[in-house]
Structure formats: structure tokens, C-alpha cells
């Protein structure tokens, strides 16, 4: 094996989230555009009209000090906003408003949980806010192919968090923005399930080569699909002596390879100014009159004591704030099952429909009553994920949802005790004598292949410890 195989990529960040305030970061126009039509929530400010003035939106820098805060960054003492010259269309007044050498916060933190169960920390080297431009949409039609220009989008406020190049693989990275994204979500400044709110750009090198850079990169998974593309992309050049070139790359989602942008990125000039328009800002003494609600982190602590879950458990909940709000309304129903069925189940179910936890919170009486029916052994675990797969369906197709006990009696899911079935359960130990003898002699399986077959033939509903009880209940009786 060549002692290149075994490189290590370095990976930094640069991030861009959409803050979720009322209206956009110097202008009063409504933030909440993705149902309206193109161009209808402008104004001359953000339009970029000579004349005007922008005024800074107060619950934007508030948030974004937050995150800054949430990030473990220093904050510094003054802001300052300035000028981003470059010309592109999207970009009305051919500068965006952005923090250059002041930002909000430099030097902070995240932690993350690696996959060898170890603490990782990465770096923030810095957080600041600026300003979204527009949005450019490429169209080919019988018209031929052009580009059409929205700029509802043109002055929503972003938060842009850059991370030290310290990200050692495309999972890890993956790890990072998930806990980002959580946190975000925990201190209620951003709505990670809005199209388009998150947007990376990703770099990418290994150590004696140049960096490329991964642009405008739009999901999670894209990101991480996006490095690995990279990565082996790299290495293989590396293996062959090529040579890399720094390069802008874009991502495809559509078959998860990145191609070259512009190949030679000649560190351009934005000619960064302070913005003549906007005072400084004293963050610091803002800074004392804001506090932080519990992040994931406390809250999975306090998971762990409260109810008393393994710490891998409370880790998934924790995870996802609606998630954790909603195990903490089922937990005094039962704290171990709701937190055992909700991690092992639900999660995999929603995932598997592309499901949120909030698309099924509107019905969450549906929830209780089914981790009741479990908790009081009324279904067997069987039983109830068939139950749950039919309500996720009826989500999905038509949002009327029954109550499990509905779909219990209609499909005759009640559990029953195997008492009943004693006679079948004889009968079926006597058809499988093979089986018997294997476990008889101490074959592994040979029990549990009895076991299904009972299960099989009484529809999932009798508990399979019960059915493992009277088999050997049987079994010494011969
Ligand atoms: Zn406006
Ligand atoms: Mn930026």
C-alpha cells in the first residue's frame, strides 16, 4: 500500500444559514417568501435603488450575537459592516453588505460526537452577518436557454460561521453541520427545514496540494456526498502525480459528482470599505441583556439524569428539538418505552417517507395512544408497527389519521394470550420435530424458528416472550 492511501483530507467550512426573523436584514419586507410569487416581496432598499438607506434590522445582529454565544465565540466589543464589491446579477447594488476585519464573533467552538464515540472539538474561527443576494434561475424552453433573476431572496439576513481547517473527513463534516443545525434550531433562530435556508461552501486539500473549493452546496447530504466525490477524486490525482489546481468546483446532486468552475480563481479584489450607511455596532453591550435557553448538549445531560436513558438514546432525541420536546410529553407515560420506540422506530419510519417530526406533530394524540397501548401490553411490538406504518402512510396520502386503537380493532390486532392458542402451539411443536430435536440438543435458532413459526400463524399477535414461556412450558411436560 502506498503511504498515499492512507491520506488524510483537510476540510474547512464556510456556512450560510438564513436567519428566521420577521423581514430582511435593512428593509421592511417580509423574510417568509418561498409561496409567493418572484419579485413580490421588494422594495427600493432591496432593490438596491441609488438613494436609499438601509436600517439595520435589530433582531437580526440579537440573533446573531446568540449564535455567536451558543458558539462559545468571543464576541467583540464593536461591529462593523462594510462593502463587498463584485458584480454579478444576483447582486443588485453590486455590493453586498457584509462584516469584514470586525465580525460578530472570532475564536469559538462546536463539539461533536465522532463515530468512536470520542469528543471532537472544531474550531469557529469566525461568525458575522451580511446580506442574501437574489437568486438566479437558469431556464432552457422553446424561448432557448436563459436566466431569470428573483430577488424576494435579495436582503434576507444570513449568518455565515466559518470553521479552521480541522474537519477530517466528509462524515465528521456531516456531524458538524447536523449539530449546527440543532443548535440553531434549539436558540430559535433558524428554520432548518426551509428550502434553501442552509448553503455551504466547502474546502477541500490535502496536505502539500492545493485546496479546491466546493461552492453553494444546498443539503446536508450533499455535503458529505460532495467531499467524498472530492476526496477520491484528489487521491487518485495525487497517486498519479497529477497535479491539483486551485479551482472553484461545482456540486451535482443529480449524480454526485463536482466539476470545475472557474479554473483559475485569481484571489479577487472586493475592495472591502466600511459601509458609509450603518453605524458600528456595540455588540458587547448587547451582548448583556441576552441569554440562552438550554442547548442540545444541556439538554442531553439532563435527559440522561431526569429519565434515567442511555446515553445513546438520549444523543438521538436530543438531536432534534421537536423530537426531544416530543419524548418529553410521552416520557411520563413511560420513559423507557417512549424513548426506545421513538429512537429504534419512529425516527427510521419518518426517514424512510422523508417525514418531519412536526409533519406528524398536528396528530400527536395518535402518539401517546400508541406508546399507551404498548406500555400497557395491549399490542404486542409486532402489532404496533404495523399500526405505525399505516398512520405514516395515511399521513402521507391523505392526512386523515385514525387513532391506533381504530386500527387495532379494525384490523383485529389486540394481543392475546397464548393460552388460547395452546392447543395450535402444541400442534405446531409436534409438525416441526426437526426443530425441536436441534434445540433439544442445544442448536442456537432451532427455539426461535419455533417461536416464528407460532408468530407466523397467529399473526403477530401473542408476545413472544409468552410464546417462549409455554413452548418450554410444553417442552418439559413431554
Ligand atoms: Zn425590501
Ligand atoms: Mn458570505
Avoid at 442574501?132 to 431556464?139: A, K, Q, S, T
Avoid at 481547517?165 to 463534516?173: G, L, R, V
Avoid at 434550531?185 to 474546502?203: C, H, Q, T
Wanted: proline share 4%; charged share 25%; glycine share 4%.
Amino acid at each position: 500500500m502506498s503511504e498515499q492511501q492512507n491520506l488524510i483530507p483537510i476540510i474547512g467550512l464556510e456556512v450560510h444559514c438564513q436567519l428566521n426573523t420577521n423581514s430582511k436584514l435593512f428593509c421592511s419586507c417580509s423574510s417568509d417568501f418561498r409561496n409567493d410569487e418572484p419579485n413580490t416581496h421588494v422594495c427600493p432598499i432591496c432593490l438596491g435603488l441609488p438613494g436609499t438607506l438601509p436600517t439595520l434590522n435589530k433582531k437580526a445582529v440579537e440573533f446573531g450575537i446568540k449564535i455567536g454565544m451558543a458558539l462559545n465565540c468571543n464576541i467583540l466589543e464593536t461591529g462593523v459592516f462594510s462593502r463587498k464589491n463584485y458584480f454579478y446579477p444576483d447582486l443588485v447594488k453590486a455590493y453586498q453588505i457584509t462584516m469584514g476585519d470586525f465580525p460578530l464573533g472570532i475564536d469559538g467552538y462546536l463539539a461533536i460526537e465522532t463515530e468512536d464515540n470520542c469528543k471532537k472539538f472544531i474550531h469557529i474561527s469566525r461568525i458575522h452577518l451580511e446580506e442574501d443576494p437574489g437568486r438566479l434561475i437558469h431556464v432552457s424552453d422553446n424561448k432557448g436557454s436563459h436566466t431569470l433573476v428573483d430577488y424576494n431572496r435579495s436582503g434576507i439576513p444570513l449568518i455565515e460561521i466559518v470553521t479552521a481547517p480541522e474537519i477530517e473527513s466528509p462524515k465528521e463534516a456531516r456531524l458538524f453541520l447536523n449539530k449546527l443545525r440543532s443548535i440553531l434550531e434549539y436558540i430559535g433562530v433558524f428554520d432548518p427545514d426551509k428550502e434553501g435556508s442552509l448553503r455551504v461552501d466547502a474546502n477541500i486539500s490535502f496536505k502539500g496540494h492545493n485546496r479546491v473549493e466546493i461552492k453553494n452546496i444546498s443539503s446536508y447530504r450533499g455535503v458529505e456526498k460532495a467531499l467524498l466525490y472530492e476526496m477520491k477524486r484528489q487521491k487518485m490525482m495525487i497517486e498519479k502525480n497529477e497535479y491539483i489546481t486551485r479551482e472553484t468546483r461545482h456540486f451535482h446532486e443529480s449524480n454526485n459528482t463536482t466539476t470545475s468552475g472557474r479554473s483559475k480563481e485569481t484571489a479577487m479584489d472586493y475592495r472591502y470599505f466600511q459601509e458609509p450607511d450603518l453605524p458600528l455596532i456595540h455588540v458587547s453591550n448587547w451582548q448583556k441583556n441576552i441569554t440562552l435557553p438550554e442547548l442540545p448538549d444541556q439538554r442531553c445531560e439532563r435527559l440522561i439524569l431526569e429519565y434515567n436513558i442511555p446515553k445513546n438514546y438520549a444523543t438521538v432525541l436530543t438531536s432534534n428539538f421537536q423530537l426531544a420536546n416530543l419524548y418529553e410529553k410521552l416520557a411520563p407515560i413511560s420513559k423507557s418505552i417512549s424513548a426506545i420506540w421513538l429512537v429504534d422506530v419512529l425516527v427510521g419510519e419518518l426517514n424512510y417517507r422523508n417525514l418531519l417530526v412536526k409533519d406528524i406533530l398536528k396528530y400527536e394524540n395518535w402518539i401517546s395512544e400508541w406508546i399507551k397501548l404498548l406500555h400497557e401490553k395491549i399490542i404486542t411490538d409486532k402489532s404496533a408497527i404495523t399500526i405505525i406504518r399505516l398512520i405514516l402512510d395515511e399521513i402521507i396520502s391523505n392526512n386523515i389519521v385514525e387513532m391506533p386503537s381504530t386500527i387495532m380493532e379494525r384490523l383485529n390486532l389486540k394481543k392475546e394470550s397464548v393460552n388460547t392458542y395452546k392447543s395450535n402451539i402444541e400442534k405446531i411443536i409436534e409438525n416441526n420435530k426437526k426443530a425441536l430435536d436441534d434445540h433439544l440438543s442445544g442448536k442456537k435458532g432451532a427455539l426461535n424458528f419455533i417461536i416464528g413459526q407460532v408468530m407466523k400463524e397467529t399473526k403477530g399477535k401473542l408476545d413472544p416472550s409468552e410464546i417462549t414461556n409455554i413452548i418450554n412450558e410444553i417442552i418439559s411436560k413431554r
